[in-house]
């Protein structure tokens, strides 16, 4: 959970009457687990949900043992069957050998079909059955662009025509957007449910919200 690295940069350029500011924040390392990803691969609105559904996105072409249907939204599970365990099957009971098999080999003994790739995701991403997976838990780096500012002195001349000792103006936006984000679907990297830098809990699916102002700065 806890981050490699957390800081920022300031940083200004002058050049004449004419000045820009700019602020980086940053946060490089610790593992966040995205709800919003979780539930949306579970119910089709992200891109991950596609995986399995068809040749076109890596699924299987296969024909059940058990209606002799083809289906094409085949895949197999990274997983070992336990020693023991007792299949049923079309041609009768299947008992799992002593130490287990792997998904992999039971499917190719005719044991097992192949999951159908809608329903496992369906699964692993669900509310009550989910489980801690690689399409929600991830990384957690981003480069945010805080702030920049860009600000004109008026020259003296002008000032003296107005009554002013000095006038300056500026034009600045914050939280206008991030040069690295390491989340996938575009979630905000900073929406984490509490304000601990150990904080893991991405729960909400809250916007980038920026903001811009100018000012006028005068003295008389």
């Given at each position: 959970?806890?981050?490699k ?5 300031n940083t ?7 000045s820009?500011?700019a602020?980086l924040?940053?946060?490089f390392?610790g593992?966040?687990?995205?709800y919003?990803?979780?539930y949306?691969?579970?119910y089709?609105?992200?891109e ?8 076109e996105?890596?699924?299987?072409t296969?024909?059940?043992?058990w209606d002799?249907?083809?289906y ?5 599970p990274n997983g070992i069957?336990?020693?023991?365990e007792?299949?049923s ?5 299947y ?5 287990g ?11 097992v ?6 329903s ?11 489980t801690v997976?690689?399409s929600?838990f ?11 500012a ?5 020259p003296?001349e ?7 000792k000095?006038?300056s103006l500026t034009?600045s936006?914050r ?8 989340l996938?679907n ?11 830098s150990?904080?893991?809990m991405?729960?909400?699916?809250s916007p980038?919200?920026?903001?811009y102002?100018?000012t ?5």
């Open positions: 959970m806890q981050p690295f957390l800081g920022g940069i200004s350029l002058s050049w004449k009457n004419w820009l500011r602020q924040d940053m946060r390392g593992y966040v687990a995205i919003g990803s979780k949306g691969t579970a089709g609105y992200t991950e949900s596609l995986k399995w559904r068809d040749t996105n890596g699924g299987m296969f024909t059940s043992i002799g249907k083809t094409h939204d085949g895949m197999i069957i336990m020693g023991g007792v299949l099957t079309p041609n009768g009971d008992t799992v050998a002593a130490g098999e792997t998904y992999q080999a039971l499917y190719e003994k005719g044991i079909d192949p999951q159908h790739g809608t496992w995701t369906y699964w692993n991403n669900a509310w009550s059955t989910g997976n690689d929600w991830k990384e957690l780096n981003y480069i945010a662009l805080r702030e920049v860009v600000s004109y002195r008026v003296a002008f000032c003296k025509k107005i009554g002013s000095g006038l034009a936006g939280n206008l957007g991030y040069l690295l984000n390491s996938p575009n979630f905000n990297p900073e929406s984490m449910r509490g304000t601990s150990s904080q893991f991405i729960r909400s699916v980038y919200v920026a903001s102002t100018f006028i700065n005068a003295t008389f």
